[in-house]
Structure formats: structure tokens, C-alpha cells
């Protein structure tokens, strides 16, 4: 599976993005999508997570009532909605991509097969 983000940007503090990714290659109904970040010096953290094959969402504590996660499965893209945004949530956002279905480990960067390139969210004061 290939993961193509996109939509990152400069913000001012509570504007919005919507960041996109997009799957080629091996795609089917059984995958879950997630979204982490990574602020410089820091690990990679989780935001959120989607199954194809459908189930509630998973969202980060900090990012719940603020973030959305969506799906289009037709063309196996997956949008990070990121409304109220703040200084904090500046950091390079990725994709990526595990088979299966949602579950509690999907918080773990380690649980996911598949990386996209990450994108660039900065988030001005």
C-alpha cells in the first residue's frame, strides 16, 4: 500500500485544515487509516484512526471535539479534518496504513505497516 498527505499549511491559531491521504496499491476493505504527528525532538504521536470496514473512530484526548476523521472508500482516501487549531498541534502529520480492524493498539505507531510522507501543519500565535 501506498500512502500519498497532503494538505498541510500555515495557519493562524484557530483556522483550519483539512489534511488528505490517499492509498494506492493493495487496498481492500480491512485496513485501518490512522494519523500521528511528529513535533520536532518528539516521538510520533497518535490523532486518529478509521477502518474501512467501519466502526466508531478513535481520536486522541487532545484532539477530540476539534478533529475529525472521515472516509471516502470509492477512492481510498481519508481526510484529518483540524478545526480550533492551536501553537501546540504545529508538527509534520503522516498517515499510515494496518491491516485489520480497529482496536485499541492502533494508538501505537509500531501497530502500522504502511507510512506516507508526512505533511507540514505550522500553527501561528
Known amino acids: 500500500v501506498q500512502l500519498q498527505a497532503s494538505g498541510g499549511g500555515l495557519v493562524q491559531a484557530g483556522g483550519s485544515l483539512r489534511l488528505s491521504c490517499a492509498a494506492s496499491?493493495?487496498?481492500?476493505?480491512?485496513?485501518?487509516m490512522g494519523w500521528f504527528r511528529q513535533a520536532p525532538g518528539k516521538r510520533r504521536e497518535f490523532r486518529a484512526a478509521?477502518?474501512?470496514?467501519?466502526?466508531?473512530?478513535y481520536y486522541a484526548d487532545a484532539v477530540k471535539g476539534r478533529f475529525t476523521i472521515s472516509k471516502d472508500i470509492a477512492n481510498h482516501t481519508v481526510w484529518l479534518q483540524m478545526n480550533s487549531l492551536k501553537p501546540e498541534d504545529t508538527a509534520v502529520y503522516f498517515c499510515?496504513?494496518?491491516?485489520?480492524?480497529?482496536?485499541?493498539?492502533?494508538?501505537?505507531?509500531?501497530?502500522?505497516?504502511?507510512w506516507g510522507q508526512g505533511t507540514q501543519v505550522t500553527v501561528s500565535s
Open positions: 499510515a496504513a494496518t491491516p485489520g480492524t480497529l482496536r485499541p493498539m492502533i494508538i501505537y505507531e509500531s501497530e502500522y505497516e504502511y
Open positions: 496499491g493493495r487496498t481492500s476493505i480491512s485496513y485501518v
Open positions: 478509521i477502518s474501512w470496514g467501519g466502526g466508531t473512530p
